[in-house]
């Protein structure tokens, strides 16, 4: 059974330090991983989906890599900003074609 | 264009009643996925319907249901709520589905409180 774990739980910065969340997980024969954005109450903001073939991904002060071999994701977010806070998980396919989603990183950036 | 689209966005209910949610998919999209989001558990996949289809389904009991019309809306329903039922639940479109490397979209969530 696919298990995904997000590293740190939580995390408070002060606004324009550069960021790394971690995402692992157990079984490396996935499809892809992707990672959402989340506020809170709401729904679930797609950031980057990296396909199993691929490295990484980028998206403006975001930046997403991927080792399968060892089960590993990072999450880079550049320059953070306080419109950044917010929950962010990361979620893997496999065989099963059921994502399996981690329980996130609480983020807060404060000015 | 649209995004994904939930009613009820809150919801209270008894023990022992069910309840019916819905979810409006973005326009052309034929895959919608359910999901449950408690403190708890953090975020479980429900089941998938692709084309009026259940193609996935998760580890929940059968008082889990779904559906999914010709337009691609869909609708979940929970017989006998447990006051464990009470969770945000989210629903996802996308174009073909889990499993084949498209973007999910997902709405605000419908917060279902049982009492």
């Known amino acids: 059974k696919q298990e995904v774990t997000q590293i740190p739980a939580a995390l408070s910065v002060p606004e324009g330090e550069n960021l790394v969340l971690n995402c692992s997980f157990t079984?490396?024969?996935?499809?892809?991983l992707q990672w959402f954005r989340q506020d809170p109450g709401k729904g679930l903001t797609s950031l980057l989906l990296?396909?199993?073939?691929?490295r990484e991904q980028t998206s403006g002060r975001l930046n997403a890599s991927l080792d399968k071999s060892s089960g590993r994701s990072t999450l880079y977010i550049a320059a953070s900003q306080p419109g950044d806070s917010a929950t962010y998980l990361c979620a893997v396919e496999g065989g099963s074609y059921i994502p399996t989603f981690g329980r996130g990183t609480s983020l807060i950036v404060h000015p | 264009k649209a995004g994904v689209t939930q009613t009820p966005r809150y919801l209270i209910k008894t023990r022992g009643q069910q309840v019916t949610l819905s979810c409006s998919p973005i326009s052309g999209h034929r895959s919608v996925s359910w999901y449950q989001q408690t403190p708890g558990q953090g975020l479980q996949f429900l089941f998938e319907?692709?084309?009026?289809?259940?193609?996935n389904k998760g580890n929940f009991p059968g008082r889990f249901s779904g559906r999914q019309f010709s337009n691609s809306r869909s609708e979940m329903n929970v017989s006998t709520l447990e006051l464990g039922d009470s969770a945000l639940y989210l629903c996802?479109?996308?174009?073909?589905?889990?499993?084949?490397?498209?973007?999910?979209?997902f709405g605000q969530g419908t917060r279902l409180t049982v009492v």
């Open positions: 079984d490396s024969a996935i499809y892809n």
């Open positions: 990296i396909q199993s073939s691929q």
């Open positions: 319907y692709f084309s009026e289809t259940q193609r």
């Open positions: 996802a479109s996308s174009l073909v589905g889990t499993g084949v490397n498209t973007e999910a979209f």
